[in-house]
């Protein structure tokens, strides 16, 4: 990426990010074929905490807090992955598909609103209704692929819990990026996360670290955990945090939407699952809303690009 402007890199790392997440659906369902959720989350984080180490250990990262008000990364890991992954799970569970869905795409309107009120940025009306259409895209995409069952209000307000967890995590990661690196955003995010889950698998199967340990030898398991913790972890959360410093909320968060095109082809590819007229309108309408939001004249313009980021030079 050089010679490009520090936009143009984080408008990539957006892209690049969300295309590992579309696949990390793929790799999840094939994981939970072999393990329970709580045993994929902790191997998952585990992986990405052991790689974002060795990371730190190299000297290409660094990991520093001194000086700095530390207390703000424990309430960014706090939103996400700790209270995200939690409440997302749980909705999930206890919804069907398609609401769940459409629930999580409204993560970047709602960022788009928490943005203007806390952090004072201003997205434009092109940009809003780009947003709107986007989202919309998600959505025709979701309800075609819709699927039975019941929507509780226990999974309702999981799923308002995950996308305010969300939108928390956006506000706190922007608004601590002219402090803390991309890396040291992600390696405390995750830190948090591996010891939690860990506490968590290993409460719900009585202290027993086998069951930690053997879905290792199943290489259904052992391949999407990977995928999951070294790519769809510590790389795209770290491209995340790296967006996030260098454009508004608005920018960033609407990349999420590139998700579910990626997770359409990669069921159409490896799932053979169907692709009709309906999702190819809605991924278009996902492509045209993304280019839209960043292409569109802005009256905010992030001001922190000039301070960030120097460790990672």
């Known amino acids: 990426m050089t010679g490009l402007s520090q936009e143009w890199r984080a408008m990539l790392a957006g892209?690049?990010?969300c295309t590992i997440f579309g696949f990390s659906f793929m790799f999840s369902r094939i994981a939970?074929?072999?393990?329970?959720?709580?045993?994929?989350?902790?191997?998952?984080?585990?992986?990405?905490?052991?790689?974002?180490?060795?990371?730190?250990?190299?000297?290409?990262?660094?990991?520093?807090?001194?000086?700095?008000?530390w207390p703000r990364?424990?309430?960014l890991a706090l939103f996400e992955p700790l209270i995200y992954f939690l409440c997302e799970s749980w909705g999930v569970q206890l919804t069907n598909a398609s609401f769940s869905a459409v629930m999580i795409a409204l993560i970047p309107i709602f960022s788009l609103l928490f943005g203007t009120l806390f952090?004072?940025?201003?997205?434009?009306?092109?940009?809003?209704?780009?947003?709107?259409?986007?989202?919309?895209?998600?959505?025709?995409?979701s309800l075609i692929g819709s699927s039975n069952g019941t929507v509780s209000l226990l999974g309702f307000l999981a799923l308002l819990g995950a996308i305010a967890a969300a939108v928390g995590f956006n506000v706190i990661s922007r608004w601590i990026s002219d402090e803390f690196s991309p890396f040291e955003r992600t390696y405390a995010a995750f830190t948090m996360g591996f010891i939690?889950?860990?506490?968590?698998?290993?409460?719900?199967?009585?202290?027993?670290?086998?069951?930690?340990?053997?879905?290792?030898h199943t290489p259904n398991f052992v391949v999407p955990v990977l995928y999951l913790g070294l790519l769809s972890s510590a790389t795209a959360y770290m491209l995340y945090n790296y967006a996030l410093t260098y454009l508004t909320i608005t920018r960033?968060?609407?990349?999420?939407?590139?998700?579910?095109?990626?997770?359409?082809?990669?069921?159409?590819?490896?799932?053979q699952e169907p692709f009709?007229?309906?999702?190819?309108?809605?991924?278009?309408?996902?492509?045209?809303?993304?280019?839209?939001?960043?292409?569109?004249p802005r009256k905010a313009v992030h001001q922190k690009q000039e301070a960030a980021l120097s460790t990672e030079k």
């Open 15 to 17: 892209m690049f990010c």
């Open 73 to 75: 990364l424990l309430l």
């Open 119 to 141: 952090l004072h940025e201003k997205a434009s009306l092109a940009q809003t209704l780009f947003a709107l259409l986007s989202i919309s895209g998600v959505i025709l995409i």
């Open 276 to 296: 009709g007229p309906a999702q190819a309108a809605g991924c278009l309408m996902i492509l045209v809303g993304l280019y839209g939001v960043n292409r569109s």
């Open 196 to 216: 939690f889950f860990t506490f968590l698998a290993l409460a719900e199967n009585q202290g027993d670290i086998q069951a930690l340990l053997q879905p290792w």
């Open 32 to 69: 939970f074929t072999v393990a329970p959720l709580s045993v994929v989350l902790a191997n998952r984080f585990f992986v990405a905490w052991l790689a974002l180490s060795v990371m730190a250990c190299s000297g290409r990262f660094s990991f520093r807090l001194r000086s700095k008000r």
């Open 252 to 271: 960033a968060s609407i990349f999420a939407n590139w998700t579910t095109v990626v997770s359409v082809c990669a069921g159409v590819v490896f799932l």
